[in-house]
């Protein structure tokens, strides 16, 4: 926390904003001077932007992961399935909420209990489960927040799912990626729209999401 504190006294008037990842987006919530509804909502900030020496923090994963899955024509989900319990979780909690899905299905090990009151303060209200086939059926949108090779073990039960949004973008394709045989959205898409919310954030104008798009590719 301190080191963080110290490096954000330190940035001048050159600094338009920073784009942050674990564990900044949570370390960073105090040090804000003020922080939109969402991210005091999901409890993750992965943006901040510096403007009349104010921090003024931000969430842009949400926006990124709907747009991700509107690219691959998901525009709604009835039955969601969350994998993972942090961070990126929350924020997909948020996003499916935004997708009409407030009773998703989040699998996780142990009692996600910040993630639980963030979902509350979203209006959502997830069932806690522990992995088996059976949270699959009848699931139209699998979320997989889990880091590489996590959900490797599920993937011999996804061939028939109708979209999957795995966040990993290195390697991929995952494990749980080469198997869906629905829409497969990457995390590096989900990268590229979160990244040109950042844009718009930081700078005011649109972001020039096809160049970004090339640059992600390359």
């Known amino acids: 926390m301190e080191e963080l504190a110290g490096f954000l006294d330190g940035l001048g008037p050159e600094w338009a904003g920073l784009s942050l990842t674990m564990p900044l987006k949570q370390a960073v ?3 804000l001077s003020t922080c939109s509804d969402l991210a005091r909502d999901v409890a993750a900030a992965n943006t901040v932007v510096l403007r009349d020496g104010e921090r003024l923090g931000h969430n842009t994963d949400v926006a990124g992961i709907v747009a991700a899955l509107a690219e691959h024509g998901v525009t709604t989900a009835e039955r969601a399935v969350v994998l993972g319990g942090g961070a990126t979780a929350r924020s997909a909690l948020a996003a499916l909420a935004a997708l009409g899905c407030t009773t998703p299905v989040l699998v996780v090990r142990s009692s996600p209990d910040e993630t639980l009151a963030a979902a509350a303060r979203l209006g959502v209200t997830p069932s806690v489960v ?5 949270v699959l059926e009848d699931c139209d949108l699998l979320v997989s927040t889990l880091p590489p090779g996590a959900a490797d073990a599920v ?9 999957l949004l795995d966040v990993v973008y290195d390697p991929w394709p995952t494990a749980l990626a080469a198997a869906c045989g629905g829409a497969v959205v990457s995390g590096a898409l ?3 729209h979160q990244a040109a919310a950042q844009v718009e954030l930081m700078t005011g104008r649109q972001a020039p999401l096809e160049a970004m798009r090339l640059a992600l590719k390359a």
């Not at 522990?130 to 059976?134: I, M, T």
């Not at 993937?155 to 979209?163: C, E, H, S, T």
């Open 29 to 31: 919530l105090p040090l």
């Open 130 to 134: 522990a992995f088996s086939p059976a």
């Open 155 to 163: 993937a011999p039960w996804v061939r028939d799912l109708p979209a």
């Open 190 to 192: 989900m990268l590229l």
